[in-house]
T-cell receptor
């Protein structure tokens, strides 16, 4: 069983829809990260969370430490949001290791 | 404004060849990472380096080696390329030794071994 599970693996939605991507993990973590990978490969760090909620523009990330679960929400989705969204957790027992989810491929249709 | 540069976007090599993937960052970061990314598996750490001439094995170091002679440059070496090393290779650098937070990634090198 993977230590970091993302769902769904693939998501297609219409422009304007509210999007939710989920990440569940089974290890003790120092922090959880959400990243975005555009077609072509480049990866951008979106959020780092250790508790609560963070917001940046139309993106909102939440984490529930007790339930070992995080969600990434996109409000008023737009075709330019189409990308792979990746969850990664910092392993509490390692200074260096990150454990990566497999990613969620999001397609927003106009 | 490019901060992490990988030497090639696409590379095709023959089985048995020695392959060098180069990564250069201009942010004076101490920590640099090499990952490979395969469909359905997410990013897997090959090697990382937290200082010049220092290296640590990641999750899948077999078949790879690395070199960090200068702070800004971290090279990944495939000693004898094999078809199962066909993949997307991503380099990253960060201030945070765990990477991700404040990490900058290169555009990736899609390597095909034939």
């Amino acid at each position: 069983k993977n230590e970091v599970e993302q769902s769904p693996q693939n998501l297609t939605a219409q422009e304007g829809e509210f999007i939710t991507i989920n990440c569940s993990y089974s290890v003790g973590i120092s922090a959880l990260h959400w990243l975005q990978q555009h077609p072509g490969g480049g990866i951008v760090s979106l959020f780092m969370l250790s508790s609560g909620k963070k917001k940046h523009g139309r993106l909102i990330a939440t984490i529930n430490i007790q339930e070992k679960h995080s969600s990434l929400h996109i409000t008023a989705s737009h075709p330019r949001d189409s990308a792979v969204y990746i969850c990664a957790v910092g392993d509490m027992d390692s200074n260096y290791q990150l454990i990566w989810g497999a990613g969620t491929k999001l397609i927003i249709k106009p | 404004d490019v901060k992490v540069t990988q030497s090639s976007r696409y590379l095709v090599k023959r089985t048995g060849e020695k392959v060098f993937l180069e990564c250069v960052q201009d942010m004076d970061h101490e920590n640099m990472f090499w990952y490979r990314q395969d469909p359905g598996l997410g990013l897997r750490l090959i090697y990382f380096s937290y200082d010049v001439k220092m290296k640590e094995k990641g999750d899948i170091p077999e078949g790879y080696s690395v070199s960090r002679e200068k702070k800004e440059r971290f090279s990944l070496i495939l000693e004898s390329a094999s078809t199962n090393q066909t993949s997307m290779y991503l380099c990253a650098s960060s201030l945070n030794p765990q990477g991700a937070s404040g990490a900058f990634f290169g555009q990736g090198t899609r390597l095909t071994v034939v």
